[in-house]
Nanobody, 125 residues
Framework: VQLQASGGGLVQAGASLRLACTVSGGAFSTYSAAWFRQAPGKEREFVSF????????NYADSVKGRFTISRDNAKKTVYLQMDSLKPEDTAVYYC???????????????????WGQGTLVTVSS
């Protein structure tokens, strides 16, 4: 299973970006997927999650109401729509996937077997 993240860029505060993560290999519709981010000097942190079956979603409190995760199983792609961006959203964003994950494990990077290469999002004030 390989993941390819794209869509990052430099934007001003208040703007929007949409990230995409395309998955090759594996039975995509059965995989759960997540977005994490890592700012310079900080640990990788959970952003959002979408379950493979049923499409249940979860969000970090810091992005709830501003970010929306979705998936298109036909295109084998997971999206992260980011609205009302803030300078503190600046980070490298990574997509991740897992074939099996329980609710309590969702926010922890170690529980995801597959990772994309990351895409940089920079939000200027």
């Amino acid at each position: 299973v390989q993941l390819q993240a794209s869509g990052g860029g430099l934007v001003q505060a208040g703007a929007s970006l949409r990230l995409a993560c395309t998955v090759s290999g594996g039975a995509f519709s059965t995989y759960s997927a997540a977005w994490f981010r890592q700012a310079p000097g900080k640990e990788r942190e959970f952003v959002s999650f979408i379950r493979g079956r049923g499409g249940t979603t979860n969000y970090a409190d810091s992005v709830k109401g501003r970010f929306t995760i979705s998936r298109d199983n036909a295109k084998k792609t997971v999206y992260l729509q980011m609205d009302s961006l803030k300078p503190e959203d600046t980070a490298v964003y990574y997509c991740a996937a897992s074939s099996t994950i329980i609710l309590s494990s969702i926010p922890y990077p170690r529980n995801y077997a597959y990772w994309g290469q990351g895409t940089l999002v920079t939000v200027s004030s």
